[in-house]
């Protein structure tokens, strides 16, 4: 599986869009990206995935490049229940495990 | 969310005790499997099933077995506990591993500590 690059942790306005980046310059034609995400203490929760087309879905946009070398995963509103640690996960349609990096914390302020 | 429970929530147990963790679904999902995850090592399988009786190693299954006799329940045994073996585990389920729209739902997890 690909490797991601995530930053280590970020802070967004309650309300805000939340802009998560990831890279996974290594990605192969058949692999994913997936996103999930884990509020603490709490099993992973997943939030949206894609190929090489842009997807949404009702808790999240995912924008990918065209040469899909690097995503983004936006939160259109956020609020405070979105603080959690959040992984990009680079995966081959198959394969058997997720390979959870380190993730990036989100903190929503008030 | 997917209805997965995981049993026991909690456990502290002593070095060298037989463990035993319990995941039921009720989705009726053919794969099921088992994490763990420890702080610097996100999270890591150990062992999975594709269907009833059919398991297989993952990447640090060393010290595990599992168990699935029926599609609902997927047992962890920790047959000789070592404190090495102190984590969070996840079980997590999914349809179908070879469609590209699978995906992998968690469980609430089980804290187990080994003394």
Not at chain 1, 4 to 33: F, K, W
Not at chain 2, 96 to 108: H, L, N, R, V
């Amino acid at each position: 599986d690909a490797k991601t690059t995530q930053p280590p942790s970020m802070d967004c306005a309650e309300g805000r869009a939340a802009n998560l980046p990831c890279n996974h310059s290594t990605i192969s034609g058949n692999e994913y990206v997936y996103w999930y995400r884990q509020i603490h203490s709490q099993g992973p929760q997943y939030i949206i995935h894609g190929l090489k087309n842009n997807e949404t879905n009702e808790m999240a946009s995912l924008i990918i490049t065209e040469d899909r070398k690097s995503s983004t995963l936006i939160l259109p509103h956020a609020t405070l229940r979105d603080t959690a640690v959040y992984y990009c996960i680079v995966r081959a349609q198959g394969a058997q495990k997720l390979v959870f990096g380190q993730g990036t914390r989100l903190t929503i302020n008030p | 969310d997917a209805g997965i429970t995981q049993s026991p929530r909690h456990k502290v147990t002593e070095t060298g005790t037989p463990v035993t963790l319990r995941c039921h679904q009720t989705e009726n999902h053919r794969y099921m499997y088992w994490y763990r995850q420890d702080p610097g090592h996100g999270l890591r399988l150990i062992h999975y099933s594709y269907g009833v009786k059919d398991t297989d190693k993952g990447e640090v299954s060393d010290g595990y077995s599992v168990s699935r006799s029926k599609t609902e329940d997927f047992l962890l045994t920790l047959e000789s506990a070592t404190s090495s073996q102190t984590s969070v585990y996840f079980c997590a389920i999914s349809e179908d591993s070879k469609i590209s729209t699978d995906t992998q739902y968690f469980g609430p997890g089980t804290r187990l500590t080994v003394l």
